[in-house]
């Protein structure tokens, strides 16, 4: 633990989102080792998650720069890593950076005191084309990701409301650097970590 815990100092910490970091830390480590992630599996993800941070930059060209916070973008880009692993062959891969990236919504949602699950479905309610879409289910030519303009979820739990509503109305944004830097800190500690593991 203190040499893993020495690995993850040398990480790249992001100045905002560190609680959001660290609960994809979490479930990325928690789902690769209940699924028997091999050394291969974590190479993707790694790849995935650089794939992430180029696309959300793609999301903020719709907003100057910003996107949507209340961990509304980590969910707008799991249409396309699940269009990446099955480009690249590595769906399992993209399962795991998946429920990685859903986790800071439900976590989000409990600490507040609401029902993780039951905001996370009416989020995904309130987005169908997200979540639903016919390119979701592999029809190629429905909807195309790779557009310079993208779909993104706007609608989640406002925390001073209490309430499902538009956060981009709402003014919940932030900095697309603040997204990015989340998932390389992901990639980087998820590295550490198995270095460590390696080691031992």
Known sequence: MARAAAALS????????????????????????????TEDTWQQISAMLD?????????????????????????????????????HQCEQ??????????????KLAEAAGFDGYEVF???????????????????????????????YIRVGLDLQKGTIRDLQAAGVMENVETVQQVLQFVKQSVKAVLDVASAI
């Open 121 to 151: 479905e009416r989020v995904k309610a309130l987005a169908p084309n997200q979540f639903f879409s016919l390119h979701q289910v592999g029809i190629e030519n429905s909807i195309r990701v790779d557009a310079a303009h993208t779909d």
């Open 10 to 37: 040398q990480a790249d910490v992001p100045e905002q989102g560190v609680k959001t970091a660290l609960i994809m830390l979490n479930a990325l480590l928690e789902r690769g080792a209940q699924v028997g992630c």
């Open 93 to 106: 891969a993209a399962d795991v950076v998946i429920y990685a990236l859903e986790q800071p919504l439900l």
């Open 51 to 87: 794939f992430g941070i180029s696309f959300a930059s793609r999301v903020a060209a719709e907003n100057n720069g910003q996107v949507v916070g209340g961990g509304l973008t980590l969910l707008t880009l799991c249409r396309p890593m699940r269009k990446y692993g099955r480009d």
